[in-house]
């Protein structure tokens, strides 16, 4: 989500001039966050959802998914050479444009035989060019409006990311479960190939959307200029890079501090693919039964709008109280809801209220807690020399434990039943809580 919480990102950096007048920041930052979101969640999450449709097993449909969050983790590494060459526009447009081909041959391998390896393959090549094209939106943003814009539109920014999910999460899960049902007449129950006809066309639907998004953003959005000591060469590149990382581990009390950049999210990650799972999984299999459209409605809308809601209320608590002493209480609102998963999964409702209830409360205070994992990357982890890299770190951090805690999540479940994995989820807690407590304060609040 979006502080920018559900990704990895970047840090605006103050100070930057804007350069010569360009058009309205409300025609191209809104369109370029949405569809930065829409690519990153198709990606690493409905992704997820497809494979079980199409009769992947949990282990592996959970693994498969979350080894595409690998490209968002290590775009740090591979961000000062976008510096380097052309212009930020460029690569956002280059990277949209490629990125809405890609679902198109998606769409069309899902025809072929062995598509499931192609599939993959295409997915793996698109993570990667939708984290260029993160790193190269914010860069446009960042370099092309000044410190008071960047002020003015954050809130733009972070809502028109989180509408990439609600679009991607509930909208298109939504249309693919209506289509499967009510289009080509398949039993929604029953997961396997039946389920190609409708997800082929949530890919081509996705793929128009982007590749329009492009065409919009050849008009509107500015080239961004390069940032202060852009790197002129790769060696330059390396040796910065090389030197971000000798100072980020020169900072004071880093390894608390990189304990809680991995671990603060640790239950998160190992609930983010299985609570869907849950949802669309037979009763007589431990989980609720619901189809891909009430998926895409209590779990991919509802869920989402509590997210938002739970961010911003999240924030105004943050501002008024402080980040020192609320940290705690917000680790506590990211973690003791996920016990709503286990009751759950324990009595298996089947009134809709109550499960749009229980996912609810669990999304709204995982945003409430989310804001102070954000705020104290920015305020305590990012400041120094390279402020935007190590902030990078550390989201990375916490994008390779949603990576590995998602690629494990699948396996264990099957292992465990539902029940018994979600106590397992409610034990994953208590790292968090430790770090959370020994986390350094040695700078000053913003």
Known sequence: MNTKAATP?????????APARTASPLLWVPTGYFTMALAYVMLTS???????NLGMDNGKAAEYASYLILAYTIKPLFAPFVEMYRTKKFFVLCAQ???????GLVALAMSLPGYMAIM???FIVLSFIGATQDIASDGVYVTALDTRTQSLYCGIQSLSWN???????GGMVYLSGWLHTNVFGHDPKVFGEAWIDSWRIVFFIVAAITIVMAVWHVRTMPEGSKAENAPTSVGQALHILWDSFVTFFQKRDVWLMVGFAFLFRLSIGLLEKIGPFFMVDPVAKGGLGLSNELLGIVYGTYG???VLVGSLLG????ARRGLKPTLFLLCCAVNIPNVTFLLMAMYQPTNLVAISAGVAIEKFFYGFGSVGFMIYLMQQLAPGKYSTTHYAFGTGLMGLCMMVTGAVSGHLQQWLGYVDYFWFVMAATI??????WFAPFHHKEG
């Open 315 to 318: 924030g105004f608590f943050v």
């Open 163 to 169: 509408i990439g999910p609600i679009v991607a999460s």
């Open 46 to 52: 409905v992704t997820a959802i497809m494979f079980k």
């Open 304 to 306: 989402l709008v509590a």
């Open 97 to 103: 444009l490629t990125i809405g081909v890609g679902f």
């Open 9 to 17: 990102g970047t840090v605006p950096a103050a100070g930057t001039a």
């Open 120 to 122: 993959i393959a295409l």
């Open 431 to 436: 790292p968090s809580f430790l770090v959370t």
